[in-house]
């Protein structure tokens, strides 16, 4: 089957889409107490499945790209932050301490980068958002990183910004038909390997390539055990979280439904891991590959966390992005 474009833009954010609303109900779960509820997660675990924060946020990354195009700037975000996002009066459900951080440094005046200077500037909430990114950026890793630093100086700051790198250039490789240890590898390498989450992603790379005959739970806390950091409070450490939704892609080596499993099953920060982790595949497989049942159910974000977002389609915001730029 070819996979063109669009097939893979729509693949992507649907893919992150699915990936948010699998791992909503476990987020915050340990793999062992998933083991022990569930045995393994392998569909939707509650009767109305339906994305959050993870998917909100990236439809907002998205909406800026598309009025502002390419050549979009940290003050363009920035802008589209302050019209979209900090006018809101309606509680921000599910929403991470860097965004909630970054809000508030907006509205006291605060511009990037000084907006995304705060306390909490290394978690995940870049990474997983900047699915759009890479859709547009297609093929052109540097222009996936000067928009993902873009996006991020906003909101977050070192790790933070490393780790959102990372999955836009991920998502930059897939949308150009790489397999899945390239696209590993090209990601790996848009970052100095002088960072926490460069060491974290040649941690997870070489156990996933030196144990792929363990069941995959085996492999799963071999991962958790070594990048995991458990004595925080949560789980959304942009190191841990990236490099663990680039694990299962690299584990599923392309298969959608066996990449997004594996991250799911990781527990922890799960809806992002798996959100993250299914951007990627989704990007790789295209959309067709994404099971239909997955896919009826994340045809419109509900604006549980950005009120914004409410009604718009991932779908056709994919389709949009194609055209942004070319």
Not at 10 to 15: I, K, M, T
Not at 236 to 248: F, G, R, T, Y
Request: proline share 3%.
């Amino acid at each position: 089957m070819v996979v063109n474009l669009i097939d893979r833009a729509r693949g992507c954010l649907a893919g992150l889409a699915v990936g948010d609303a699998l791992g909503r109900p476990v987020e915050g779960m340990s793999a062992q107490e998933i083991r022990e509820k569930y045995g393994s997660v392998s569909d939707f675990v509650n009767m109305t499945p339906g994305g959050s924060d993870d998917t909100e946020y990236a439809l907002l990354t998205a909406s800026a790209i598309l009025k502002y195009g390419r050549e979009i700037t940290a003050d363009n975000f920035a802008d589209f932050w302050i019209e979209k996002v900090c006018p809101q009066n309606q509680a921000f459900a599910g929403a991470g301490f860097s965004e909630m951080n970054a809000i508030a440094n907006l509205k006291n005046g605060l511009r990037p980068p000084r907006s995304g200077q705060h306390n909490h500037a290394w978690s995940d909430g870049l990474a997983m958002r900047v699915a759009p990114v890479g859709i547009v950026a297609a093929g052109d890793y540097e222009v996936a990183k000067r928009i993902a630093i873009a996006d991020g100086m906003v909101s977050h700051a070192g790790e933070g910004i490393h780790s959102g790198v990372v999955i836009a250039v991920a998502i930059a490789a897939a949308m150009n038909g790489l397999d899945a240890d390239t696209i590993f590898d090209d990601s790996c390498k848009a970052i100095s390997k002088d960072t926490w989450t460069h060491r974290s992603m040649m941690s997870v790379k070489e156990i996933v390539l030196a144990n792929r005959n363990l069941p995959k739970s085996e492999i799963a806390d071999l991962l958790l055990k070594k990048v995991a950091v458990e004595d925080y409070f949560y789980a959304d450490l942009a190191p841990e979280a990236v490099s663990l939704a680039m694990a299962a892609v690299l584990y599923g080596a392309g298969d959608y439904v066996e990449t997004l499993l594996f991250a799911v099953n990781l527990g922890r920060d799960a809806d992002t891991i798996a959100a993250m982790a299914g951007a990627v595949v989704g990007a790789m497989s295209g959309y067709e590959a994404i099971p239909d049942n997955w896919k009826r159910a994340v045809i419109s974000v509900g604006g549980t966390c950005l009120q914004f977002a409410k009604g718009l389609n991932p779908y056709t915001v994919a389709e949009q992005l194609i055209g942004v730029g070319r």
